[in-house]
């Protein structure tokens, strides 16, 4: 790719941008969030056309309107999100789209290219499972699968290892190094330095929709470095005092759920003292969401007792959790947390909308409201016009600030997020750790669900692994490593 | 080639200029049709604008037209605000007028008659609108069909009355008797159609705009209608909200029927309304579910259908092009809405 430009209104999100990837290569493209990774992928895969610049494949140029077009020229793409129809088998969704003989379907065609692919990189699958049947890890490989299938020579992948446990990025990245060794070009996208560092060859990284600039030897290169060059200015972690935890302000006591989907809770006991924080861990999908939405009072459990501040939840309702002094933060912020069509203000003040603060006898104080939503703008240096701002015209990481700005004003004795920076760049994601620690020292218990085993090493006291919807064990963060949290994560080791 | 692109950002003047883009769209498409009945366009729009808002009994006409429409429209706006898909003002306008009529035959003094009649019109309403929502909080059923449908059984239920037990015995007409005369809406101008409903109609669109933007239930309705999933994590019962919504919404379309009963006809007859509960969704949709907006555009569809009227007397314009046009409208306010999100990109072929 050769200086490509695309603008999106006032926002160039890719300027200049010259990349390239040689045959066996691995190149890593890195790039905090909204740093033009995605926008660059999209343009060669043909979703969006540059204003400028060209596409040269084997040193011809050519031209990529359309997905189509895309995959003719060899290059295959693993999104973030899968395109797999659910219902239909492995093999049924390998064939999509693949012309067949006279009319009918080639399965026997189809199934010795799935088993050749199967042997040359150990990327086996069996064709006749439906989808919907097949783990996250499984559902990946598939899709990889598909792209090879179709004659792929460059396959694109887009952050592969935000879904996956430990030990399950060890078998992708070894298939990608086989895929490699016979030739194949593979781009990684990641913002995580260790796995770019672990498995390219070369690397890109992207900062404001510019080349910030190259690294030819990932391996040897620390990933302070690769940070610097990331965000343009030197990361130090939060350093995480130690701090004396006192009384238990959320305690779970034997809840299990049914009646929802996913993975329901199997008796999960836990307790979160004041002043201290727990972290959830857990490869994706194993019970962690339902975790989450009976402690935010989301769904009732079928059994078990929850105190929150020593008292008993009666009823598990959002409002009687908050009332209680919760607060949450949800996984999902478009979709759970924020109503993207109105302004920002009004999702602002969504939880305690009826309380004195924003109403009195069922009318509004939009002044009241507009000064709260003003003022936490500003503490939290949330970038916006404005409070009457679309909520969904905001950065991620201004949309999680808002979140937490929401909650932390009204002082909650707990306070529980999920996944609370995954998706922002790193400078949001450190002011959001900081306000968890400040939390902390005030007092707050704080539970935090999340994938990212790094994160959770850095900020929590004690950190409990869920697996198929129990906690299999729990370790102080003295004891914790990645790979003693991945061994409970895919359940080999009973009680720690 | 064109292709849609998603707009980062909606300019403000579009707002109002959308509605006006649709009404334009609207008149140059119907022209093609009045060109087809063999009359002039000019000519024909002409004599509806005269027929409809040329002279001061003329504007009475059609406001006393509108006023239907604006409670209807308003119904309408309410109900979608919160995502409660109301299409079923027709048969609440109905249940309404009934309910009214009934009152309003139980001799007493006016004014408390008048009142009667309009509580128990908009309770009627909301009863009804009260259905669906149910069927939908409860059962998951679609609301859209189940309000749809259920206009079909009340029209036919009031036909039964009309033409069985309610049958007016002196007339002998499949009507039901007159109300008292001390129930009927006091006419305000002299020599006019325009009576009280009227200005109830007009004051009751600020009204509901201010319950909408200023209340904490309207806050409910407009967070439950964009994100239910983030109302009910923010705390909002989004059940109740969706059937205090029907219960306001059902209502405001039974008063639709207790004006129509109480100011117009006195009493209640099977077409008692020509649609004004679907053309409640025209307005609503042109007011772009603005409350003040349901004013204006109430008047417009009135307007439209008082002037078809005379066009058609004076053009031999079938009348039935009112309807054509409040279809047109509506379906050129849904492509217009389209231009809120979207705008239309050249994709260039020659590059």
Known sequence: ?496 | MFRLEARPSTPAWFNLALPLLAIAATLVLCSGLIALAGAGVLESYGVMFTASLGDSYAITETLVRAAPMIFTGLAVAVAFRAKFWNIGAEGQLLAGAVASCFVGAIPMPGPLAMLLMAIAGAAAGAAVALIPATLRVRFKVDDVVSSLLLNSVIYYALMALVEGPWKDSFSGYPISPPIEDSANFPVLIEGTRLHLGVVVALVAAPLIWFLIVRTTLGFRIRVTGENPEAARYGGINVQRVLLSTALLSGALAGLAGVGEVGGVHFQVMSDISPGYGYSGIVVAMLARLNPLGVVPAAIFLAAVMTGAEAMSRATGVPAFLSDVIQGTALLAMLVALLFTAYRIRRVGAAK
């Open chain 1, 1 to 496: 790719m050769r200086g490509i430009t695309k603008s999106f209104g006032a926002v160039k999100a890719n300027e200049a941008v010259d990349l390239s990837v040689a045959p066996g290569e691995i190149l890593g493209l890195l790039g905090e969030n909204g740093a033009g990774k995605t926008t660059l992928m999209n343009v060669l895969f043909g979703a969006y056309a540059p204003d400028a610049g060209e596409i040269l494949i084997q040193g011809r140029p050519t031209r990529i309107t359309s997905s189509a077009d895309a995959l003719a020229a060899g290059i295959g793409m693993v999104h973030q999100h899968f395109h797999l129809a659910p219902r239909l088998t492995v093999l049924e969704n390998l064939l999509i789209g693949i012309p067949g003989k006279s009319g009918r379907i080639d399965r026997a065609g189809g199934l010795t290219r799935l088993a050749e692919i199967g042997r040359q990189h150990g990327l086996t699958l069996d064709p006749d499972v439906p989808v919907s049947a097949l783990s996250v890890g499984e559902q990946q490989r598939l899709e990889i699968v598909k792209a090879l299938f179709r004659g792929a020579k460059l396959l694109i992948l887009d952050e592969p290892t935000a879904v996956l446990a430990p030990s399950e990025v060890d078998g992708l990245f070894s298939a990608l190094r086989s895929m490699a060794a016979q030739g194949l070009g593979i781009i990684f996208i990641s913002h995580k330095l260790n796995e770019v560092r672990a498995l390219t060859h070369r690397c890109t990284v992207l900062r404001h929709g510019h080349v910030a600039g190259r690294v030819d030897d990932p391996a040897n290169t620390t990933s302070a470095a690769m940070a610097q060059l990331m965000c343009g200015h030197e990361i130090v972690p939060p350093a995480r005092g130690s701090s004396t935890p006192g009384e238990p302000v959320l305690t779970l006591d034997g809840i299990s759920t049914s009646k929802h989907s996913g993975t329901a809770l199997r008796g999960v006991s836990l307790a979160v003292r004041a002043g201290e924080i727990l972290g959830i861990a857990g490869v994706s999908g194993n019970g962690q969401r339902a975790l989450a939405e009976v402690i935010s009072g989301m769904i009732s459990p079928e059994a078990g007792r929850m105190t929150i501040a020593g008292k008993q939840v009666a009823r598990f309702t959002p409002r009687e959790v908050q009332a209680l002094g919760l607060g949450r933060i949800p996984e999902d912020r478009m979709t759970t947390g924020l109503v993207t069509n109105l302004p920002l203000a009004d999702s602002m003040v969504l939880p305690r909308i009826g309380t004195s603060a924003f109403s009195n006898k069922g009318l509004l104080k939009p002044d009241a409201i507009r000064a709260f939503a003003e003022a936490q703008i500003k503490a939290y240096d949330i970038r916006c016009p404005g409070p009457m701002t679309r909520a969904g015209a905001l950065s991620g990481g201004n949309l999680q600030k808002a979140l937490l700005a929401r909650e932390l004003a009204f002082d909650p004795k707990v306070l529980v997020v999920s996944q609370p920076t995954r998706g922002l760049d790193i400078g949001a994601a450190r002011f959001i750790h900081e306000k968890f620690l400040d939390m902390r020292a005030k007092g707050c218990g704080i539970v935090v669900i999340g994938e990212d085993l790094e994160e959770l090493l850095v900020l929590c006291d004690r950190i409990a692994v869920m697996y198929e919807g129990r906690i299999v064990g729990t370790l102080d963060s003295g004891a914790a490593t990645v790979a003693r949290l991945g061994l409970l994560m895919t359940g080999a080791e009973g009680k720690a």
